[in-house]
């Protein structure tokens, strides 16, 4: 691991504890300018609650519930938004037929979606998937449909001039060439979901963390509620993270651009291994590192 590298964890680690200690701080001293912090637990009281949470049985079971209902919907959305996207963007017809009822339906609020699902769905758990499902449905369709139409049709002509099909323009160029977009839409689809299989679960759900965090909601057990709050963050970090990795494991073969401020080769000393040799492998760019770090 570079120095480089290392400094960059130290920041991160850094920012994290600056805002943990601001918080205590603002909490135990009770400061009320404009903003109340003496509503507000501290820091300490939420790490109490949480490793009381955490010890029992409760929060694990809240913890499966949710991840088994979000996986769920995003699967079903990721399947459904991807085909819909590529036969909306490929067809005319699919186009004018799905278009104007997809559009209609798309500016409508998931979450406001929820007496729909009590009222067509025999149980709350198979509602809960479905606004999830709805929730990222619609970035996955809009991204895909906009990553199709944006492929060169150089791509497809020259699949057809050496005999390919339809099935095989399909595979080789479509998929491929719309993948960067189709994981775009799939990493704000998760966010999405996770906004309103909460919200759901809040509403009309039985455990799960949205519904735990109602409930210490409705009790005034406000270290519980931040409790929840945290493991929301956490977890939807890490599915968004997931999203992301796969995205870029699967789409390696694509230029990598830099998007990097003030990138830079890095001049390697001499004598180091950094130095180029011959028929060595080029040094890496702080601008490579970054990328390569931004996702950890």
Not at 28 to 43: A, E, G, H, I, Y
Not at 159 to 177: C, E, K, N, Y
Request: proline content about 7%; hydrophobic content about 45%.
């Amino acid at each position: 691991m570079t120095r480089h590298r290392v400094a960059r964890y130290a920041l991160r680690v850094a920012s994290l504890a600056a805002a943990l200690g601001l918080w205590q701080l603002l909490t135990s001293l009770k400061v009320d300018l404009w903003l109340r912090f003496s509503q507000f637990p501290t820091v300490t009281n939420v790490a109490r609650a949480f490793a009381d949470r955490v010890s029992g049985a409760d929060y694990w079971t809240d913890l499966a519930d949710s991840l088994t209902r979000i996986l769920t919907g995003f699967a079903l959305a990721a399947v459904l938004g991807v085909a819909t996207g590529v036969l909306v963007a490929r067809s005319r017809l699919a186009e004018d037929l799905l278009g104007p009822v997809l559009e209609v339906i798309r500016p409508i609020p998931a979450i406001a979606l929820v007496p729909v699902a009590i009222l067509l769905f025999p149980s709350n758990e198979q509602g809960i998937v479905f606004i999830t499902c709805t929730a990222a449905f619609f970035p996955v369709l809009v991204s895909t449909r906009h990553s199709v139409r944006a492929l060169t049709p150089v791509w497809e002509e020259a699949v057809r001039t050496m005999g390919g099909g339809r099935w095989r323009i399909l595979a080789s160029v479509v998929l491929p060439g719309a993948l960067p977009g189709i994981f775009g839409g799939l990493s704000v689809g998760i966010g999405v979901s996770w906004i309103c299989v909460i919200s759901a679960e809040m509403i009309s759900g039985q455990y799960g963390v949205g519904y735990r965090t109602w409930q210490d909601y409705t009790v005034v057990n406000y270290p519980g509620v931040f409790v929840g709050m945290v493991t929301i963050g956490v977890l939807g970090w890490l599915t968004s993270t997931a999203v992301e990795l796969l995205g870029r494991r699967l789409t390696r073969w694509l230029p990598r651009t830099s998007y990097v401020p003030g990138g830079r080769i890095r001049a390697p000393r001499p004598g180091t291994p950094e130095s180029p040799v011959p028929g060595g492998v080029p040094p890496k760019t702080e601008t490579e590192e970054a990328r390569d770090e931004h996702l950890v």
